[in-house]
């Protein structure tokens, strides 16, 4: 929309107060907040906007995230057989090719989807909302809206008070069939709060929301990025959103820092990138919290895994292994973990360490850990230093959520002097490339040379490696288990013992395939039957 005369933010006689937007201001927040900060800490989701009686129409939750998968067929396609995997100096070309990582149908990117379901309908209301601000911004001062998240009641209520008129000042120009209270929630929540996302943040179904300009949001919903039906009318009000969510955390639009993260007490995760770093003006990434994690019978019948594999797992749980759950991000790692976290006895005592708290620890001894960003109020929480404190209460299953920098060191340190049965979740694409991965940020955190004491530590540390991947069309399966044999002064040995065999190359953005043992029997199942424990073998023949 063109500012108006005033600027687009301003009074009609006063210049523009939200520099970086289309005025071709210099980038960066404008000095809108010039009142005391908000309140220290979260607030609770999700207040209300309601006034005399109305309250803005909000989608209900409806099914859950995960979509059933695609319906497996049989398939000769194999992922690779099992080879020791080598993280040392190769000696020669042959060991160097089988050290690296498979480039064929288990590792090819997922193929993006993106839906949009926009009508005649809601592009009026759009229109009609964005004709009630151009009117609106130049009667109400910004500098009386709300600056803080939730907004205080009595500007809101002023808000609201010339918003109505405006929207019966201008509800002639409306299409016909737009409804004046649909324009009226929409413009309400930009004015006063956090915009059209205030039509996601409720919905169960929707678990990732990203701005990427003030005209293009998408969200995530049921594995597929979707574009939104709902935008901010102008980049005045993406700003205003973004100072509202710094205010949050103690910060005002002149002493911001670029990249901040925001957490409400729900666990929602909001990442806030302002400009310069962010060319096109602020970036918002939410991460919401799943309220309802399906159990592993759940994913069975979503086909995420197979019945042998689940068998298996459980059996590892119940024998203590210690799992590292890989997979590139969105992949469901953090669901398999919350259902793996269910088969772990009520007695035994669990520390989480989380950078949000996403575990559902149902045991009544669990400690849940959670790291802290940066802010006006406190310093950083590492979770290098939550692994280390909480080795320091003396865990019997350690659960971290991302292996990262000197937390993988940590995670090693603690599961190879004791607390056997625990779980990490760490980026690959593989089980070679997880292992990889774990030796150089565990060398990161000790700052020396590889050597053997290390791939040693990391065979005594680790027993099994689980791999899971996200396909184009949003299914999730676990492509890989492996189990960590031993290690040698120059390499981690590995072997295969279940696979997702693909069908063909062009069902690889579909997912499918079928689940498939490789034969190989985990050297731990070997050790419990020679000690009398009735285990089934059968689940690893094909």
Known sequence: MGPPPGGPMGPPSGPSRLPGGPSGSQPGMGPLDKSPSGPKGAPARKPSLSHAGHAPQRPSGPAPHEEP??????SKASMGSAQPYSSGPAPDAAKYERARLPIGRATMPPVPHLEEHRDASLANQMAAAQRVMELFVTRFD?????????????????????LSRCVDETSSQFSPGVDRNIVLDHVANEAVALGPLEYYLDDDSITDIYVNSADCVLY???????????????????????????????????DAPPQTEVRFSDGTLIQVILPPVAVGGPVLTVRKPRR????????????????????????????RRTILVAGPTASGRTTLVNALLRLIPDGARIVSVENTAMFQ??????????????????KAVTSEALVEHAT???????????LMDGAALGFLKATAGGASGSMGVITGLSAQDAIRRLEQLALLGQNSSAGGALYEQIARGVDLVIVLHRFGNGTRRVVEISEVCGATSRHVDIETIFTFDLTEMGNFGEGGGRFAPSGYIPRFYRELESGGVNLDKNIFND
């Open 69 to 74: 998968a695609s319906p497996s067929s049989p």
């Open 142 to 162: 910004p500098r009386e809206l709300p600056q803080s998240y939730p907004p205080e009641n009595e500007r809101k209520e002023r808000a609201f008070a010339e």
């Open 220 to 254: 995530e919903k049921g594995g597929r990025l979707c574009v939104a039906p709902h935008t901010f009318t102008s980049p005045d009000f993406l700003y205003l959103a973004a100072q509202r969510l710094l205010a949050m955390q103690g910060y005002t639009a002149e």
């Open 292 to 319: 309802n994690f399906p159990s592993l019978s759940d994913l069975v019948e979503q086909q995420v895994l197979s019945n042998e594999m689940a068998e298996f797992l459980h059996q590892s749980i119940e024998a």
């Open 361 to 378: 620890l149902t045991q009544r001894s669990a400690i849940a850990l959670e790291t802290q960003p940066e802010s006006a109020f406190s």
């Open 392 to 402: 320091r209460l003396r865990p019997d299953r350690l659960v971290v959520d991302s």
